[in-house]
C-alpha cells in the first residue's frame, strides 16, 4: 500500500482504491503524498477533516492554486480562477447570489415533467436496438438537453458541447481526450464558443434562459464580461452534462451489481430518493477538490505549512466508518445519508436539486420502459485521478 500514489491515474483505472483508503483513515487520516519530481499533497481523508476544510474558504483556498492537484501553466490557472469553483469569498457569493434562484428547490421542480419528456425520447429511441452502450447512447443525453435548454445553446451544438466537457473532465484518459490531450484544449474551445455565443446574445433580444439572465445580471458591481462568461460557461455546461452522465451511469452498473436492491427499487419506487443519494455516496461523480493553505495551520494533529497542496477526498470521506454504518454496502435505503458528492458549506453544488430531479426521474423512467437490464460486457472505467466515472457501459434493455 505504501507504494500506491494516490494521486496517479492509473490507480483509478480498476476501480477507487476503497480498501487503501480504509487503511489510511485508521492510521494517517491526513496523509502525504509525495509528487514525481519533488513535491506533493496532503489528502483528507475522513469525513469530519474534509468538511473542516470546505468551511475555512480563506484559510483552504479554492482560488490560490486551482482546485486539481496538478500544478496548471499561468493561463489556466487564471482561466480557473473565472470559474465559480475556484473561486474564494467574496467573489464566489458575489458572483453566486444572482444565479442561486434560478437553481432554488421550487424553480427546478417545475422543470420535473420537461425532465420527464426529455426521458421517455431517449429511451424509446433505443428500445429496439440489440445492445446499447449506456454511457453515451442513453446518459449522456438527458443532461445535456437539460442544460441546453436551461442555458439556451442551440440544439445544434448540443453534441459537441457534451463532446468537449468530458474531454475537459477527462483528459488523462487518451481514449477520451483525443491523442492524450493533456494541455486542456478542449475547455478552451468550450470557452472560446462560449465567447463568440456571448457576443451573439448581447445583440439578439433578450430570451428566457440562464444566459439572458447572467449576461444582463451585475456581479461584484459590473457586468461579466464576454471573457469571464467564456470561463463561467465551460464549468456550468461541464457540470451540468458530465457530473450527471457519471451520476446515471454509474447509478446503473450499481444496481446491477446488486440485483437484491435493483429488485427492491422496481418493487418500490418510493425508494428513489434514497437510491439516488446512495448512487452518489457509493459512485461520487468526482474523487476529490483541491485546497491551498493560504497560512500554517494544523488538521487532525497534522502540521500543514502555508502553499502546501490539500486535497479533499470525498471517495474516502464517503466511506468513512464514523459517519456511515457498513460504509462498503450498497444500500438504497440508507438514512440519514450526509455524503459529501455535492460538497458542503459555501462551495456545496448550485446544481444540487437538478441532479436530484434528473437522477430521481431517469431511473423512475428507465425501470418503467425496460423490465429487463442485464449487462452485455465488461465496462471500461476512465483513466482519472478526478473523475470517478465509467467510459462505456454496455447493456441489453428488454
Request: charged share 25%.
Amino acid at each position: 500500500m505504501a507504494d500506491v500514489d494516490i494521486f496517479h491515474p492509473d490507480t483509478y483505472v480498476d476501480g477507487p482504491p476503497h480498501e487503501l483508503f480504509a487503511e489510511l483513515r485508521r492510521t494517517d487520516p491526513v496523509h502525504w503524498q509525495p509528487a514525481h519530481g519533488g513535491g506533493g499533497a496532503w489528502a483528507v481523508l475522513k469525513h469530519a477533516d474534509l468538511v473542516h476544510v470546505a468551511k475555512h474558504p480563506v484559510l483552504f483556498s479554492a482560488s490560490e492554486g486551482g482546485v486539481v492537484v496538478e500544478d496548471l501553466a499561468p493561463d489556466q490557472l487564471a482561466m480557473m480562477r473565472h470559474m465559480l469553483l475556484a473561486m474564494d469569498p467574496p467573489a464566489h457569493a458575489d458572483f453566486r447570489r444572482p444565479l442561486a434562484p434560478s437553481f432554488s428547490a421550487r424553480t427546478i421542480g417545475q422543470m420535473e415533467q420537461r425532465v420527464r419528456a426529455i426521458c421517455r425520447e431517449i429511451l424509446h429511441a433505443v428500445r429496439d436496438r440489440d445492445g446499447v452502450e449506456f454511457v453515451h447512447d442513453v446518459c449522456a443525453q438527458l443532461p445535456s438537453q437539460v442544460v441546453g435548454e436551461l442555458v439556451g445553446i442551440p440544439r445544434e451544438d448540443w453534441l459537441r458541447i457534451q463532446h468537449w466537457a468530458e474531454r475537459t473532465t477527462s483528459v488523462q484518459d487518451e481514449d477520451i481526450s483525443e491523442a492524450g490531450d493533456v494541455t486542456g484544449n478542449a475547455a478552451v474551445e468550450m470557452a472560446m464558443y462560449a465567447i463568440e455565443f456571448a457576443a451573439a446574445r448581447r445583440a439578439a433580444p433578450l430570451q428566457d434562459d440562464l444566459t439572458s439572465l447572467i449576461l444582463q445580471t451585475e456581479f461584484g458591481g459590473a457586468p461579466m464580461s464576454d471573457l469571464d462568461f467564456g470561463s463561467f460557461f465551460v464549468q456550468l455546461v461541464t457540470a451540468g452534462n458530465d457530473t450527471t452522465k457519471t451520476m446515471l451511469s454509474s447509478g446503473l452498473y450499481a444496481l446491477l451489481k446488486h440485483p437484491d436492491q435493483l429488485a427492491a427499487l422496481r418493487a418500490d419506487s418510493s425508494l428513489l430518493p434514497t437510491a439516488v443519494e446512495e448512487i452518489l455516496r457509493w459512485a461520487n461523480p468526482l474523487h476529490y477538490f483541491r485546497r491551498t493553505a493560504t497560512a500554517d495551520t494544523q488538521l487532525h494533529d497534522t502540521a500543514i505549512a502555508q502553499g502546501d497542496k490539500v486535497v479533499m477526498l470525498y471517495t474516502s470521506a464517503n466511506r468513512d466508518e464514523d459517519v456511515f454504518a457498513d460504509p462498503q454496502a450498497f444500500d438504497i435505503r440508507r438514512d440519514p445519508n450526509p455524503h459529501l458528492s455535492f460538497g458542503i458549506a459555501e462551495h456545496f453544488c448550485l446544481g444540487v436539486h437538478l441532479a436530484r430531479l434528473e437522477g430521481r426521474v431517469f431511473f423512475e423512467e428507465l425501470l418503467a420502459t425496460f423490465p429487463t437490464i442485464e449487462l452485455a460486457g465488461q465496462p471500461r472505467r476512465t483513466r482519472s485521478n478526478l473523475n470517478n466515472a465509467l467510459k462505456d457501459l454496455p447493456v441489453l434493455l428488454g
